[in-house]
């Protein structure tokens, strides 16, 4: 007798994850989201971020009735196909803040007194010959987060004690004690330091463009902590080859995990492999809301973070 709780999962999960998924749920696994799914009367999916969800896919699953989404973004499913086909869906989000956050002040701080180059500079020891150029204070600057949700709240936050002068732009004011913008040219115009914390999507793609990164200018720098989709990359290779922009540090890419090399010769760059919520901790306790939301489901009780749909 097939279990009336079994869990159709798609995609990898990381060990630690992984573990407490098969600790808590009875699941059929699915490497690929682009294959023909396993025979299975599964009425909810387990999946992450990084599995676009098509409609196709889900025709092949018409039992399929809740989507556990192991990722606070959820621009890899598909919302008007599910909300069509009256399917649930949950997200992970709060529990992932203080990960994203820790990140963004780490690669801030990085790039701007360029700590990856100061330690190849005195591990080649070149201290006893020159002297290291001055790098760059985070105190006093304007710095503009475009996205102020639960995230760019908690990051907004944490960066009031490093005495800088925040605003922000997104869909509409919120009440907050730091300047509104209404919209990213104008944010990112006024601002050294530009923060990238939104969701992906149709909305935000490629919002930062060339026209965005003139307007930061050869003294400011970007932070992407967001999604790949949010950047237009062309015009970010660009911008940081002829030195538009004084540097960028990047969480996202719009094709991971195989970035654009063009990337990988560039300098005042520092890359990181979409590590945001990548703690021990973070991942667990993502892991952990999800399954929560499968549970409501299966007891027909209301999800716990429940996406809701426009």
């Known amino acids: 007798m097939i279990p009336a709780n079994l869990v159709l999962q798609i995609g990898f999960f990381p060990e630690i994850m992984q573990v407490q998924i098969d600790r808590r749920l009875q699941t059929i696994a699915m490497a690929d989201p682009k294959s023909a799914p396993p025979p299975n009367q599964c009425t909810a999916i387990l ?10 896919l889900l025709d092949q699953l018409p039992n399929i009735k809740m989507i556990a989404n192991c990722s606070v973004g959820y621009d890899n499913l ?74 760019g709240q908690e990051l907004a936050e944490r960066l ?9 732009t997104g869909p509409k004011p919120k009440s907050l004690p730091y300047t509104y913008f209404n919209n990213i040219l104008e944010l990112a115009n006024a601002s050294d330091i530009l923060i990238l914390s939104c969701p992906g999507g149709p909305e935000t793609e490629k919002m930062v463009n060339a026209e965005v990164l003139n307007a930061l200018g050869s003294k400011g720098f970007l932070i992407n902590v967001a999604r790949g989709t949010v950047v237009n990359e062309s015009d970010l290779i660009q911008a940081l080859e ?17 970035p654009n090399p063009a990337f990988f010769k560039l300098e005042s760059l520092i890359m990181v492999p979409h590590i945001g919520s990548a703690t021990q901790e973070t991942r667990l306790a993502m892991t952990n809301l999800a399954i929560d939301n499968l549970e409501a489901f299966f007891q027909q009780k209301p999800l716990p973070t429940p996406i809701k749909f426009t």
């Open 47 to 56: 999946t992450r971020a990084s599995y676009p969800l098509s409609p196709a």
């Open 242 to 258: 002829n030195k538009t922009i004084a540097g960028a540090a990047l969480d996202v890419f719009a094709n991971e995990p195989n």
């Open 160 to 168: 009031v004690p490093f005495k800088v002068n925040l605003a922000y």
């Open 78 to 151: 598909p919302l008007t196909y599910l909300k069509e086909r009256g399917i649930l869906a949950s997200n992970t989000p709060g529990v992932l803040n203080d990960a994203v956050c820790e990140l963004t002040i780490g690669l801030l701080i990085n790039l701007l007194r360029q700590i990856p180059e100061a330690h190849q500079f005195t591990t080649q020891g070149k201290w006893s010959k020159e002297t290291y150029p001055f790098t760059t204070s985070l105190a006093g600057k304007n710095v503009g987060i475009v996205g102020m949700g639960r995230i």
